[in-house]
């Protein structure tokens, strides 16, 4: 129980907003935090950034955590998820301007552009993809890639809790790109 006590004290100072709670946080849990990043993510320097974005965070929004109702550790491994679940997403947008970059590149020096036709049938198989998945995922996949919103407005936009609206774009992503290699393997 001496334990616990001195997490749950611990907890009470951080959303406070001591500072030694804050050092004593990351003493305790970054190891934690590190290693639930490095191995989601496969690359120590982004495991190293998202732990201290994981901890930046968490100081800025202390005033967000109630320690009567969820122990700090727990909050921290929460917070590291979502850090995680957005990494991987900015991996997702970079690699696609890559990819659109390099499509452009390659245009360019064979002098060709891509086909109007290719682009409007990718319209399509996306806009029926999305029309597929339903709401809320559709409405929320369309706030995020075709207006440019961040997680966090689209949440303020819809009134739902940020976890969920990632959660709905984690998994609706997850699910189109399941269906598209299915339905690639399959022609």
């Known amino acids: ?7 749950s004290a611990l907890g009470a100072s951080f959303a406070a907003g001591d500072e030694a709670a804050v050092r004593e946080a990351y003493r305790r849990w970054a190891t934690i935090v590190h290693t639930i990043a ?4 496969g690359s120590v ?18 005033t967000r955590f109630d320690p009567t109702r ?9 917070i590291a998820r979502h850090a995680v679940a ?11 301007l890559e990819v659109a970059a ?10 060709t552009a891509p086909g109007h036709d290719d682009r409007v049938v990718d319209r399509v198989v996306v806009r029926d993809e999305l029309d597929r998945l339903g709401d809320p995922q559709r409405t929320i996949l369309r706030l995020a890639f075709y207006d ?20 709905h774009v984690r998994r609706s992503l997850a699910r189109l790109r399941n269906r598209w290699e299915v339905e690639g393997a399959a022609e």
């Open 148 to 167: 440019d919103l961040t997680h966090e407005q689209i949440a303020r936009r819809l009134d739902l809790p940020l976890g969920t609206v990632k959660s």
């Open 70 to 78: 969820s122990r700090l550790p727990a909050w921290l491994v929460g």
């Open 86 to 96: 957005d990494a991987h997403a900015r991996r997702a947008r970079d690699g696609r």
């Open 45 to 62: 320097a982004e495991a190293e950034d998202v732990t201290q974005q994981v901890f930046v965070d968490a100081w800025r929004s202390r």
């Open 38 to 41: 490095l191995r989601s993510l």
């Open 1 to 7: 129980m001496e334990i616990d006590d001195g997490v």
């Open 102 to 111: 390099g499509a452009s590149a390659s245009a360019e020096a064979t002098g």
